[in-house]
């Protein structure tokens, strides 16, 4: 399976950004996919998670509200749409996806939050 980020980018406080991952490879044995965020200096860190079946979702108390994943299947995708964005949002933002034996990362597209 492989990952790509795209949509990153530089934005004012309060303003919005949307990020896509696009998978290819062997996206029938996907479980489920989600993002990650990495600040300078700090661990990687869940923002949010879907399961590929039921769409179920899940996402870090830092997000709720403001973001939202979502999937079209039919193309492969996932979204984050991020809402309300601050400072604290400025982070390395990673697309993952995993499934019965494995984790895949893409590699990264930044997101830069101006205040």
């Known amino acids: 399976v492989q990952l790509v980020e795209s949509g990153g980018g530089l934005v004012q406080a309060g303003g919005s950004l949307r990020l896509s991952c696009a998978a290819s490879?062997?996206?029938?044995?996907?479980?489920?996919m989600g993002w990650y965020r990495q600040a300078p200096g700090k661990q990687r860190d869940l923002v949010a998670t879907?399961?590929?079946?039921?769409?179920?979702?899940n996402y870090a108390d830092s997000v709720k509200g403001r973001f939202t994943i979502s999937r079209d299947n039919a193309k492969n995708t996932m979204y984050l749409q991020m809402n309300s964005l601050n400072p604290e949002d400025t982070a390395v933002y990673y697309c993952?996806?995993?499934?019965?034996?494995?984790?895949?990362w893409g590699q990264g597209t930044q997101v830069t939050v101006s205040s």
């Open positions: 993952n996806a995993w499934d019965l034996l494995n984790s895949y």
């Open positions: 490879g062997s996206t029938f044995s996907i479980h489920g």
């Open positions: 879907i399961t590929s079946g039921a769409g179920s979702t």
